[in-house]
């Protein structure tokens, strides 16, 4: 057990400044050097919040103790519990109170949690999560995450809290050298409640270590494998599959995947394997994955549970890559046992399992999918999903939304292959330029953590989380682990991982989209976003929308605005950002005109991101009979104007429906013209509005891993 001064001392070894203090019996008489005011605190070793029991006083005089002690004593006998004695600590001058804290996680490690004491954390729980080790700059980033932060920097007349004092405090305790890495196992959570931070200093005040059962001890962000990386090229490419468990009698799941392969084109030999029939599907079967002649790339696996293991065993040597399908492993009670033999047979076997309990691969290029008329179309985003289901969903509105897949997998339980794994292998797979993943485990989110931490390159990473709803994650004594929960801890492990963290399947496709349309080389100079369309209110709106995101939109030089006047346009235009142009401009020249205005603004703005928007009711209501392709015409100007000029600016396209057929129609042609010339298009400003976020975040990821590779 510890001790509030035991505590205080451990904190001091690791050159977290603590006040100067003693623990006395009452009625001991204190040493000489402790320097008035005094802060008088109970020990007793049933009490947990001191204050709430009358068990700390302020601002106590030498001559004031005998008469403190006796109070206290009587105070904390009205609550049950007797004073043992009296820890005396010098009283730190005022400052900001702020609470640092760390909880275990089961898979996980510590938790590191930082708040601004007092109402904020009791009542808005204005706190941000980080994962140790954590570097300063990890650091100072959660702290920029508190609301809070104008106060520490001292808002309205406050002190100017000593934030390098408190970044420095952390860094002992959570850095990579830090008190946390040396604590043993069976400490769980620690609450420094305050963190006394003044304009000169960062002082714990206060310092409770929780000691737990020890029973999470579960290791973090272990690597299941050693040796040789998994080349992962057959399965996404694979030439010859077997398929288990496809009926001569009553066509099932197993059936259904052969006959997707053969409408897909798959053009590589499928290999049936039945105990009991000669021909399925109308083709040639084989009894058992001994039979095999030659290896399959990849064996799809829906035989009932427990007879996978024994199957796949007759496929040591022959098979590279399995993917179990069935339910009835490690996701239910019952089946753990099965889920761990099948592990150890594929271990032997020298397969890599893929699931169990999941739907199946989708990789465009090897004509490979598990849903029937999939999108086949090769692309550069690949995704990893912990859910079967909603991976069908990806692939759906993805296509929908403009993403050509390099690969979807679902890997359900990642028994074996996981999430981590894959990651790795498309920062190191050309085909692969951004990264989606579905994770509903947040250790496995610290493992990609992990892994994106190491490597030498970096690629967007765009995370989808399930289960970030507010209820608590797991019964804590301290505020630290109450705060803990996965609503906090997501945006933590994604911050420090540099992934893009989206709430809904249709934002994952949005920042997809985005990410594997424009050409994230490009690395903005300037700052900010500028608006272009018709329709005020919706460019106001979109304004709006971008400014939630994070994203400025900001006023135009003087020199572009009378650029822009000059073009000597048709009455009716707003040539500030958001710039508004009614039908009757935009008619101009078919809509070339367009060209002229983004041009100067490029020249003259440099925008980070530039987005055009344009609704296609009107324009083609108003103009399509009269004034030829307007839309279009503006398309095409928005790649020239881009391809010819010099300013590193992202440019996205809104394109909004009236809802009538005919235009949703039309606006799919449009969205097709514009994607093939690499211009992403969304229906809605806020799709627009998230997408810069993403596509800014994530350009500045990569940017910084390449000058972190250069510097190397
Ligand atoms: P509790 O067990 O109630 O959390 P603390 O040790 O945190 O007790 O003390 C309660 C409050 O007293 C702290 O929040 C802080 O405001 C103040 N306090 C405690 N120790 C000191 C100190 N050494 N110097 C200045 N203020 C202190
Ligand atoms: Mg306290």
């Known amino acids: 057990m510890f001790t509030e001064a035991e505590g205080k001392s451990l904190l001091s070894e690791f050159g977290i400044d603590t006040p100067q203090g003693i623990e006395i019996a009452v009625g001991q008489e204190l040493p000489a050097h402790l320097r008035e005011p005094l802060v008088v605190k109970a020990i007793s070793a049933t009490l947990v919040h001191k204050s709430d029991a009358g068990g700390v006083r302020v601002g106590v005089t030498r001559a004031e103790l005998v008469d403190v002690a006796a109070q206290m004593r009587d105070s904390l006998a009205d609550f049950g519990h007797v004073l043992e004695g009296l820890l005396v600590e010098e009283m730190v001058p005022a400052g900001h109170e702020i609470i640092v804290g760390a909880v275990r996680a089961p898979g996980l490690g510590w938790t590191v949690m930082v708040g601004l004491g007092g109402i904020l954390v009791e009542v808005f729980e204005d706190v941000a999560f980080g994962l140790a080790p954590l570097s300063e700059n990890q650091i100072r980033d959660m702290l920029a995450e508190l609301r809070g932060m104008k106060v520490l920097n001292g808002a309205r007349g406050g002190v100017k809290a000593d934030i390098d004092a408190l970044v420095a405090l952390i860094s002992r305790l959570a850095g990579p050298d830090g008190l946390l890495a040396s604590l043993p196992e069976d400490v769980t959570e620690i609450d420094l409640n305050p963190v006394i931070v003044s304009d000169t200093r960062a002082v714990a005040v206060d310092a409770r270590f929780v000691v737990g059962t020890g029973d999470s001890t579960e290791a973090t962000g272990t690597e299941r494998r ?7 090229g057959p399965l996404f490419r694979p030439r010859r599959i077997a398929v288990l468990g496809a009926s001569g009698k009553r066509p099932n799941l197993a059936n259904r995947f052969i006959r997707n392969l053969v409408a897909g084109g798959f053009d590589g030999t499928i290999v049936p ?12 079967a084989l009894a058992s994955l001994s039979e095999l002649a030659e290896p399959v790339d990849y064996a799809f696996v829906a035989l009932p549970a427990a007879r996978v293991s024994e199957a796949l065993r007759h496929g040591a040597g022959k098979v590279r890559f399995a993917q179990v399908v069935s339910s009835g492993f490690g996701e239910v009670e019952e089946g753990k046992e099965l889920e761990d033999t099948l592990v150890a047979t594929v271990r032997e076997a020298g397969i890599r399992l893929i699931g169990p309990n999941c739907l199946g691969t989708h990789a465009s290029a090897g004509r490979l999918s598990f849903v029937p008329e999939a999108p086949l179309t090769p692309g550069n985003t690949a995704v990893v999903s912990q859910s079967g289901g909603l991976s069908v969903d990806i692939l759906r509105v993805g296509a929908f939304r403009g993403i050509d897949f390099h690969s979807v997998v679902s890997i359900g339980n990642s028994a074996d292959v996981n999430a981590a794994e894959l990651v790795e292998s498309f920062l190191h797979n050309d085909e692969v330029h951004v990264i989606g993943l579905y994770l509903e485990s947040l250790s496995v989110a610290r493992e990609v953590l992990n892994v994106l931490d190491r490597a030498e390159t970096r690629k967007p990473v765009v995370l989808l989380a399930g289960g970030r709803t507010a209820g608590g994650s797991r019964a804590a004594t301290s505020h630290t682990g109450a705060l803990a929960g996965n609503h906090r801890l997501w945006p933590a492990i994604a911050r420090q991982a540099g992934m893009t963290l989206v ?13 594997s349309t424009l050409d994230l080389r490009i690395e903005p100079t300037g700052r900010g976003a500028v608006l272009f369309g018709n329709g005020g209110g919706a460019s106001v709106l979109g304004a709006d929308a971008l400014d939630r995101e994070g994203v400025a939109t900001l006023p135009l030089d ?21 710039i508004d142009v009614p039908a009757g401009t935009l008619a101009v020249r078919s809509g070339a005109v367009a060209g002229d205005i983004l041009k100067l603004v490029l020249a003259g703005s440099e925008p980070a991101v530039l987005i055009s928007h344009l609704n296609v009711g009107i324009i083609q209501r108003n103009l399509g009979a009269t004034h030829g392709d307007v839309t279009g015409n503006i398309i095409d100007s928005i790649a020239r104007a881009r391809d010819e000029s010099t300013s590193n600016t992202h440019q996205l396209l809104v394109l909004k429906t009236d809802g009538s057929a005919g235009t949703e129609e039309l606006i799919r042609t449009y969205a097709q013209r514009a994607r093939q010339q690499g211009i992403p298009v969304f229906p809605a400003f806020e799709d627009a509005a998230l997408a810069s976020r993403a596509v800014l975040e994530q350009g500045r990821q990569t940017h910084q891993a390449s000058l972190g590779a250069d510097g190397r």
């Open 503 to 515: 709430d809904s399947l249709d934002d994952f496709a949005t920042a997809l989209h985005a990410l």
């Open 558 to 578: 003087d020199s572009v605005i009378s650029g822009l006047e000059a073009l000597d346009l048709p009455p009716g235009n707003g040539f500030h950002n958001p």
């Open 273 to 284: 394997i039945h105990p009991g029939e000669a021909i399925l599907e109308g083709l040639p």
């Open 226 to 232: 050693d040796g040789t990386p998994t080349d992962f």
